[in-house]
């Protein structure tokens, strides 16, 4: 499979690519995504692990217990802070890849909202996308909805 997507962070010290189609892509209103990004959500597509690969540089990584009480982790730029990747031993099905890093972040389009229960009061939801309480239930919902 050639070249989907290609990404990296503020800096420019990490770069990878993408070379699986997503199984869905979400808007995650975690609580630990509205830290890590300092947002109220964090845009997500969810891609197979073998389907990412980092091409320049090396992630700082870190590790935590999330709102779901699972273990989870991040990866990051420790340069620039950017936050790149994450993912958890609940959903070994897929890696969270940060679509606003993308070189083309306009490529996947997020297709529900996720983690609704921790939504800051004045964010938004989109009411044309779904509404779901964890990103593997959209996995499951979504599992066509990308082709590449
Ligand atoms: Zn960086
Ligand atoms: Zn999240």
Same mark, same amino acid.
């Given at each position: 499979?050639? &070249? ?5 962070? &503020?800096?420019?010290? %990490?770069?990878? $690519? ?48 999330? $709102? ?17 990747? +994450? ?15 993308? $070189?083309?972040?306009?490529? %996947? +389009? ?9 939504? %800051?009061?004045?964010?938004? =939801? $989109?009411?044309?996308? =779904?509404?779901?309480?964890?990103? %593997?239930?959209?996995?499951? &919902? ?7």
């Amino acid at each position: 499979m050639g &070249l989907v997507h290609s990404g990296g962070c &503020l800096c420019g010290e %990490i770069k990878f $690519d993408i070379r699986e189609a997503p199984l869905s892509a979400v808007l995650c209103h975690c609580r630990g995504c509205q830290l890590a990004h300092a947002s109220p959500c964090a845009p997500l597509a969810l891609i197979p692990p073998g389907g990412v690969s980092i091409v320049k540089g090396r992630p700082n990584r870190h590790d935590m217990i999330a $709102d779901s009480g699972s273990a989870t982790f991040r990866e990051f730029c420790g340069n620039c802070g950017t936050h790149l990747f +994450s993912g958890g031993v609940a959903f070994p099905e897929f890696r969270a890849v940060k679509i606003v890093a993308l $070189d083309d972040p306009s490529a %996947i +389009s997020p297709v529900a909202h996720v983690w609704t229960k921790r939504r %800051i009061s004045w964010a938004s =939801l $989109d009411g044309g996308l =779904l509404l779901a309480l964890y990103p %593997i239930m959209v996995y499951f &919902l979504y599992y066509d909805a990308f082709s590449i």
